[in-house]
Structure formats: structure tokens, C-alpha cells
């Protein structure tokens, strides 16, 4: 750098000469002496204002560049502030739905629970209430399916839709439960379980021939072996329509259970209940015997569907 400098001061140390010469032939030629140093310094004078009018028109784009990402960055702020005012409710809907579907949820549990119950209290019992017990409704299926182009508003009108499947299961889920209840009761008083301990038939339902007239009767029950004074239960609940003796059966219950049905309890040494008297299934309602029509102790056990006979084999569970 020295020698640059020594070389430059050697060169230059006596500045420059700048002439002036007119066009016109009779001027005077003029000559103007710089010293070098000065030179220099008008020289980064105007090196020096050449950077700074670049350096700020580039200064100036970039901020007019600044300006501009503001710009569109206050845009994309707002329109982000007025989708969340916008998603907001919506969010709140679907905390909403997710409630809502927690507690069909839990609502299906009961209805599962209560049809196990009934199943198991019901055994093979088939009645008119089993037949159709159960509702199914059409699958739920949206309008679109969610993917990268989904818009707020197909999610709210989703939601709306999920929203109205939600209160359709719901009627559907009360409705179901409602008869699920109402089949329940029913079974309480549907004959279902064997009148005696003892499962052993001695005499079946329908034509045979009588063990003490000696010609073929419609035998409208079936007899069931039993020793004397063994426990006779109610088949299910109801109420005692008759208690007392009645001609060819000897010592008898007859029990109306609602819904069409009565069974009828023969043959007895003693009754337990009385006429009008309340009874649940199972309830123990009198003690066999052999009074009436009978060749030996044993229980006769009918019932009756609208006052008509059946074959009560189709009523025992198992």
C-alpha cells in the first residue's frame, strides 16, 4: 500500500492542469491548476454521493418490498381471524356432537343390557313381542367426503347433517327402549317356567284316551309327575282369577296374566292364594295332590291364549 502511495504521489504530487479553450477564435485559452489532493477529494466526493444514491434507491425497493409482504401478511391476519370467528361455532358444534354421541353411546349400553335380561328371563319363549323388536334405520352417509379441499362450509353442513342423524338415532333409541320395556313386562307375564321342580310329563297335550271314562278325550293340558304336597308355582305374574274347587279338576288355581293369557293349576291338596290375590312368577301358589278326576298324585297344568288351549310344552324354557 505504501509503494501504491509513493508511486501515486510521484506521479501526481503536482496535480493536474485543466485547460479551457473557446470555439471562437479569439478567446483567450484559459488554464486551471488542482492539486492533486483535491483531486482525490472531489473524486470521493463524488464516488461517495454515486453510493449513497444507489445504496438508496435500492433501500427505497426494498422497502416498498417491506410494504407489500405487510400488506398481504394484514390481509391473510385478517381473513384468518374471520374463518376462526367462523370456526369457532362450528368447533363448538362438534365438542357439541361428540356429547351427543357419548350418550347414545351410553344409551346403546342400556339397550344392549336390557335385551341380554330379556333374553335370559325370556329362555325360548317365543310370544307375539319377539317378533320385530328391533328398528334398523338406513346408514348415515354425507353429503361429501373430507379431504384436502373440504371448505368451512361443507364441514358445517356435515355437521348439521350428523347433527340430524344424532336426533333421528335418538327417537329411534327411545322408541326401542320404550318397547324393550314394554316386552320386558310382558314376559314378567308370560308362562315360562315349569309349575313343578319335576320335568317329567306323564301325559301329553291333546286327543287320548281317559284313565277313568275309558273312550278318547281332548286332554287341553298336560300332566306333570309329582308326589304328594310338592310345591306348584305361578308360571308368571298375574292376578288369581279362580282359588277353589271345581268339578273334574279337583282343587284349582286359574291365573289371568294379561295379554291374553291364563293357565290353569289342577289336581291339588291345598291352595296358597286366594281369588284376586297378586302373584309373581315363581310365587309358590299351592302343594299337589289327587283331588277331582285323578288316578294319582300328580299336577295338571293347562294354557289358555284368548280362551283357547295350547300346548304348554312350547311355553317351558328349556
Same mark, same amino acid.
Given at each position: 500500500m505504501?509503494?501504491?502511495?509513493?508511486?501515486?504521489r510521484?506521479k @501526481?504530487?503536482k496535480g +493536474?492542469t485543466f485547460?479551457?479553450?473557446?470555439?471562437?477564435?479569439?478567446?483567450?485559452?484559459?488554464s486551471i491548476?488542482i492539486?492533486?489532493?483535491? *483531486?482525490?477529494?472531489? *473524486?470521493f466526493?463524488?464516488g +461517495?454521493?454515486l453510493?449513497v @444514491?444507489?445504496?438508496?434507491?435500492?433501500?427505497?425497493k426494498?422497502?416498498?418490498? @417491506?410494504?407489500?409482504?405487510?400488506?398481504?401478511k394484514?390481509?391473510q391476519?385478517?381473513?384468518?381471524?374471520?374463518?376462526?370467528?367462523?370456526v369457532?361455532p362450528?368447533?363448538q358444534?362438534?365438542?357439541?356432537?361428540?356429547?351427543?354421541?357419548s350418550r347414545?353411546?351410553?344409551?346403546?349400553?342400556?339397550?344392549?343390557?336390557i335385551?341380554?335380561?330379556?333374553?335370559?328371563?325370556g329362555?325360548? *319363549?317365543?310370544?307375539?313381542? =319377539?317378533?320385530?323388536v328391533f328398528?334398523r334405520?338406513n346408514?348415515y352417509?354425507?353429503?361429501?367426503?373430507?379431504?384436502?379441499r373440504?371448505? #368451512?362450509?361443507e #364441514?358445517q353442513n356435515n355437521?348439521?347433517?350428523l347433527?340430524?342423524?344424532?336426533k333421528?338415532?335418538?327417537?329411534?333409541q327411545?322408541?326401542l327402549?320404550?318397547e324393550l320395556k314394554?316386552?320386558?313386562?310382558?314376559?314378567d307375564h308370560t308362562?315360562?317356567i315349569?309349575?313343578?321342580?319335576s320335568?317329567f310329563i306323564t301325559?301329553l297335550?291333546g286327543?287320548?284316551?281317559h284313565? #277313568?271314562?275309558g273312550?278318547?278325550?281332548?286332554?287341553?293340558?298336560?300332566?306333570?309327575k309329582?308326589s304328594?304336597? =310338592?310345591?306348584?308355582?305361578?308360571?308368571?305374574?298375574?292376578?288369581?282369577?279362580?282359588?277353589g274347587?271345581?268339578?273334574g279338576?279337583g282343587?284349582?288355581?286359574?291365573i289371568?296374566?294379561e295379554y291374553?293369557?291364563?293357565?290353569?293349576?289342577?289336581h291339588?291338596?291345598k291352595?296358597l292364594?286366594?281369588?284376586g290375590?297378586?302373584?309373581?312368577?315363581g310365587?309358590v301358589?299351592?302343594?299337589?295332590g289327587s283331588s277331582?278326576?285323578?288316578?294319582?298324585?300328580h299336577?295338571h297344568?293347562?294354557?289358555h291364549?284368548?280362551?283357547h288351549?295350547v300346548?304348554?310344552?312350547?311355553?317351558f324354557?328349556n
Amino acid at each position: 500500500m505504501k509503494k501504491i502511495l509513493k508511486w501515486i504521489r510521484k506521479k @501526481f504530487d503536482k496535480g +493536474f492542469t485543466f485547460m479551457l479553450v473557446p470555439n471562437s477564435s479569439g478567446g483567450q485559452v484559459k488554464s486551471i491548476g488542482i492539486p492533486f489532493w483535491s *483531486v482525490l477529494c472531489i *473524486v470521493f466526493i463524488v464516488g +461517495f454521493n454515486l453510493y449513497v @444514491f444507489f445504496a438508496y434507491t435500492m433501500q427505497v425497493k426494498q422497502i416498498y418490498r @417491506f410494504r407489500e409482504d405487510v400488506r398481504s401478511k394484514k390481509h391473510q391476519i385478517a381473513k384468518l381471524e374471520k374463518e376462526q370467528r367462523q370456526v369457532k361455532p362450528t368447533l363448538q358444534k362438534s365438542y357439541q356432537i361428540a356429547k351427543e354421541l357419548s350418550r347414545l353411546k351410553l344409551e346403546r349400553t342400556k339397550l344392549l343390557t336390557i335385551w341380554q335380561a330379556i333374553q335370559q328371563k325370556g329362555g325360548r *319363549v317365543a310370544t307375539q313381542a =319377539s317378533r320385530g323388536v328391533f328398528i334398523r334405520t338406513n346408514p348415515y352417509i354425507l353429503d361429501s367426503s373430507p379431504d384436502d379441499r373440504t371448505s #368451512l362450509k361443507e #364441514l358445517q353442513n356435515n355437521l348439521g347433517q350428523l347433527q340430524a342423524y344424532i336426533k333421528e338415532e335418538d327417537v329411534t333409541q327411545q322408541k326401542l327402549y320404550r318397547e324393550l320395556k314394554a316386552y320386558d313386562i310382558q314376559l314378567d307375564h308370560t308362562p315360562s317356567i315349569w309349575p313343578l321342580s319335576s320335568t317329567f310329563i306323564t301325559s301329553l297335550f291333546g286327543s287320548r284316551l281317559h284313565p #277313568l271314562l275309558g273312550y278318547y278325550k281332548e286332554h287341553t293340558g298336560v300332566d306333570l309327575k309329582a308326589s304328594y304336597g =310338592s310345591q306348584v308355582k305361578a308360571a308368571a305374574d298375574g292376578v288369581v282369577k279362580t282359588a277353589g274347587y271345581i268339578s273334574g279338576y279337583g282343587y284349582a288355581v286359574i291365573i289371568n296374566h294379561e295379554y291374553g293369557y291364563e293357565t290353569l293349576y289342577a289336581h291339588n291338596s291345598k291352595l296358597l292364594v286366594t281369588s284376586g290375590q297378586n302373584v309373581k312368577k315363581g310365587q309358590v301358589i299351592s302343594f299337589s295332590g289327587s283331588s277331582g278326576e285323578s288316578t294319582g298324585p300328580h299336577l295338571h297344568y293347562e294354557v289358555h291364549i284368548n280362551g283357547h288351549p295350547v300346548n304348554p310344552v312350547s311355553f317351558f324354557r328349556n
